[in-house]
């Protein structure tokens, strides 16, 4: 007999979805920051509008400024809230991430700047879009913001 995973539906099928557009998010700007790229087309297949502009502005920022990142960050996302509740289009995200091993550095594989990494608290939008669900507004807070 063959396995296979259980099929999620309703609540659970939302909020794999929901976390799924948020990790995978995170994984196409890594790649691209680690890259040194700007504005990655697989960006778009998971982040939209406020939170779209803010990564790509971010990589954009990086590569005028010559540094890249090197390592991953790692995630801890929880899906807070999803409205309304008998058919989500809207879900909130609240993460705690911990980019200690996720740094700026310079061509020359030195440090770019003095600032470690460390814990920061990470909140996000996740709106439902006829493409599929899509980050729409991220916020990254200092380090330290989160235990």
């Known amino acids: 007999p063959s396995l296979s995973a259980p099929s999620l539906s ?3 099928l ?3 979805q929901v976390l799924d557009a948020y990790r995978g998010m995170w994984t196409a700007y890594v790649e691209a920051s680690n890259n040194g790229a700007t504005a990655p087309a697989s960006l ?5 509008d406020s939170a779209l502009s803010t990564l790509n502005k971010g990589l954009t920022n990086n590569q005028a400024r010559g540094v890249s990142t090197k390592g991953n960050p790692q995630m801890s996302p929880t899906m807070m809230s999803a409205a309304p509740p008998e058919a989500p289009t809207s879900a909130k995200i609240l993460d705690c991430l911990d980019d200690t091993n996720w740094l700026l550095y310079k061509p020359d594989g030195q440090l770019a700047d003095n600032v470690p990494g460390g814990r920061r608290k990470v909140t996000a939008q996740v709106d439902l879009r006829p493409q599929g669900w899509r980050v729409t507004l991220i916020g990254v807070q200092g380090v330290g913001t989160c235990a």
């Not at 778009?44 to 939209?48: F, P, R």
């Open 44 to 48: 778009t297949a998971y982040a939209a």
């Open 14 to 16: 939302v909020k794999q």
């Open 10 to 12: 309703g609540p659970e």
